[in-house]
């Protein structure tokens, strides 16, 4: 991985964190409590992702590794999108 390439994904990991704390500090988290929640986990689904594949090297490893992992963080960030959305309809 070249340095070009870490050096934009840190940002990019640092853009995404910013994002977060404003939506939670802004106020708008408790007047779209659902939206809210589900931008912080696609961003953290993104981070996850960005993390995983360049961090962990996941991108040069075996298919399976990449399919586990990469699934794993899908069906988490669903199911939490999920209750976060049961959670707004009580």
Known sequence: MTARRINTIWV??????ALTWWLGESG???RAEFVSAA?????AAF???LIA???MELRHAPRLWRS???G?????TLALIGVSFWH???
């Open 88 to 90: 707004s309809l009580r």
């Open 47 to 49: 981070k996850g992702y």
């Open 53 to 55: 594949m360049d961090y």
């Open 39 to 43: 931008i912080v986990l696609g961003l």
């Open 68 to 70: 586990l992992v990469l």
């Open 12 to 17: 990019l990991l640092l853009l995404a964190t």
């Open 28 to 30: 708008n988290a408790v």
């Open 72 to 76: 794993w963080l899908l069906v988490v």
